[in-house]
């Protein structure tokens, strides 16, 4: 009975014929992907807006409340990859629809929470459903369109993030100023809901008619095995690398544990480079990684979303610290996120038919770069610091989805859950990076000089973008 329970649930449904015969139906499930894409990076920018509330309502410090986004983001790295290998054998399509459930009972309970801990707990449940969810996002658009429409169709994707970042800063201020944080994390549900009604009807079988899920091998039987040691070296190295990252930024650990911490997250990446060169089923592939494009664009994307989190994360807190409103500091940073949409969107074409996504990659850095210079050099406030964040935006709206689409081409169909999963992963560690870096150079040398060196380096790293695009 549990078995014919389980083989139902994991059985996917094709579309309603009406939908299915459409010509254009792939841009209904372009569509549901980008309501999953929206609730991602909606529920990553709207959350550093409660931070202040959240240590008011607990009665911790900053570092301790930093751990609502970072317990969400290092599930996320952990489980990206695999859950994208995994959705390979059970169905992308079933494991998305997985993810839209869990993550909106995993925000209700987060609303309901009573403490700091219980509230990072349900944040990291709702990172699995996350995870059910981003590790298939990107393959279900690169292979769900024809092939002259995939850039088009990842730059859409990109725009519905750069929207739920938009909106987060703006309706996270104004939900905890009359409301209260618990809202925060309850206007996912009806969001999670609606995309879990869509992606039933609109979205295509990812399992052939005769596809069931695989069983688990048999103890002996020779089958390759999953790489569990490989899962525990990622979420050990990332774990120990925000925590170090953390503690350095104000929790209260001596600086020798903050030292090792570091040193334990290189050792165990070490471990984990290791590991995957020898293991029946990597989490990370070794031959995929090292696919030409690959490598190169993997790095380019965790720098992508780098630059994009630390003026989100950052922004706020130095606009705050001269003076300026908290609602209209998130105005502000939203500059940055819509100029990504219309770049990601409608932008590239005014650029020349015969640039390449190459070229478009290059140019967007530069582009970004010379956004966060400008930034670092100007005065800090309303006026001055908008136009900057809108150029930073607009280059990375150029450069992500022409990186996301070079990649896309260059994984095997067969593999595109685990490559999208990849991608994904490094997207999160950007983001987990963009946050934890900021709230250290804050911590050791204030907003407006730990602020303005942040924003040097990044341009910097821009620069690196531009070099391997």
């Known amino acids: 009975m549990r078995a014919t329970l389980l083989t ?34 909606l529920t990553a920018s709207i959350t550093s807006l409660v931070f202040p509330a959240l240590e008011h309502s607990f009665q911790v410090n900053f570092a301790a409340v930093e751990w609502v986004a970072l317990a969400y983001l290092l599930v996320l790295v952990a489980l990206l990859a695999p859950i994208g290998r995994l959705s390979d054998v059970v169905g992308r399509k079933t494991m998305y629809l997985g993810g839209f459930a869990l993550f909106a009972l995993a925000s ?65 201020s104004l939900l905890v100023a009359h409301a209260s944080w618990r809202w925060v994390f309850w206007i996912n549900v009806p969001i999670g809901l609606l995309g879990l009604l869509a992606g039933w009807y609109l979205l295509p079988r990812t399992q052939r008619p005769c596809d069931r899920p695989a069983p688990a091998p048999a103890p002996g039987s020779g089958e390759r095995r999953f ?29 020798w544990a903050v030292v090792g911490l570091l040193l334990l997250s290189a050792v165990l990446a070490v471990a984990l480079a290791r590991q995957e060169q020898r293991a029946d089923r990597p989490i990370i592939p070794p031959g995929l990684v090292n696919t030409p494009g690959i490598r190169a664009g993997l790095v380019v994307a965790l720098i992508g979303y780098l630059l994009l989190f630390c003026p989100l994360v950052l922004g706020p807190v130095m606009l705050v610290a001269t003076g300026t409103p908290a609602t209209t500091a998130g105005l502000v940073i939203a500059a940055l996120p819509a100029a990504f949409a219309v770049a990601a969107t409608v932008g590239g074409s005014l650029l020349p038919r015969s640039l390449s996504d190459a070229g478009r990659c290059r140019l967007g850095a530069a582009v970004a770069g010379a ?79 730990g602020g303005r060196t942040v924003l040097v380096l990044l341009a910097a790293v821009a620069a690196l973008a531009h070099a391997l695009g």
Request: contains cysteine.
């Open 227 to 255: 790489d569990l040691l490989g899962l525990v070296l990622l979420a050990g190295a990332s774990t120990a690398l925000l925590l170090g990252l953390s503690s350095a930024s104000g929790l209260p650990l001596p600086w």
């Open 108 to 172: 209700a309970g987060a609303g309901l929470a009573d403490s700091l801990l219980q509230l990072v707990v349900c944040r990291a449940v709702q990172a699995v459903g996350g995870a059910m969810m981003q590790a298939n996002s990107v393959a279900l658009v690169a292979r769900g369109v024809p092939e002259r429409h995939m850039r088009t169709a990842l730059g859409i994707q990109a725009a519905a993030q750069a929207l739920g970042l938009a909106l987060g800063p703006t309706l996270g």
């Open 8 to 41: 139902g649930l994991l059985t996917e449904r094709p579309r309603p014929r009406i939908v299915a015969d459409w010509r254009h139906a792939h841009w209904l499930a372009v569509g549901t992907v980008c309501l999953g894409a929206f609730l991602g990076q």
């Open 371 to 449: 956004g966060l210079v400008l930034l670092a050099l100007l005065p800090v406030g309303p006026p001055t610091s908008a136009a900057p964040l809108a150029v930073a935006g607009y280059g990375l709206g150029l450069l992500l989805p022409a990186n996301n689409t070079l990649m896309m081409r260059s994984i095997p169909a067969e593999s595109s859950a685990v490559g999208g999963g990849l991608v994904n992963m490094v997207r999160s560690l950007g983001t987990a990076l963009g946050t934890a870096l900021p709230v250290l150079a804050v911590h050791l040398a204030g907003p407006a000089v």
